[in-house]
């Protein structure tokens, strides 16, 4: 569905929908927590709640940021493997590192480089967007 060059429409679309669908299950499930809680324990509900949304978001920062890494990481080491190791290094280690060292590569190499992050739109956007609401609908999280 998306392909390195598709650009960001498909996702300025998806996302403030996902976020749309959040927000309504999220409150829905805030009013069904703390309407079955007497209203003496309400405030210690609400911070229960709270605590839970934190954790899960930041798990879920962590957990998906690793599924895009590791995506990033196998999208790229095609395109690396003629680098010397500190310059592969550099080049796995992030985005900016990568156009940083495509700039110093000749045509075809620098081309393959930069092209590995967007080829990661079209490979581990896909798998995290699949991947998380599903889990989400399993009870995973």
Not at 2 to 26: K, Q, Y
Not at 81 to 104: F, M, N, Q, W, Y
């Amino acid at each position: 569905m998306l392909e390195p060059d598709s650009g960001f429409g498909l996702m300025a679309v998806a996302l403030p929908l996902i976020g749309v669908g959040n927000a309504f299950t999220t409150f829905t499930s805030l009013n069904v927590i703390l309407s079955i809680l007497p209203e003496s324990h309400t405030g210690a509900g609400t911070a229960l709640t709270r605590t839970l949304q934190q954790l899960a978001a930041s798990l879920g920062v962590a957990i998906l940021g690793s599924v895009l890494s590791s995506g990033y990481r196998s999208e790229l080491a095609n395109h690396v493997t003629a680098l010397p190791g500190r310059l592969k290094d550099v080049a796995e280690g992030s985005v900016a590192g990568a156009t940083l060292i495509a700039g110093g590569l000749p045509g075809p190499l620098r081309t393959a480089v930069l092209h590995a992050p967007r080829a990661l739109t079209s490979s581990g956007w896909p798998t995290c967007c699949g991947w998380a609401p599903a889990s989400w609908s399993q009870g995973r999280f």
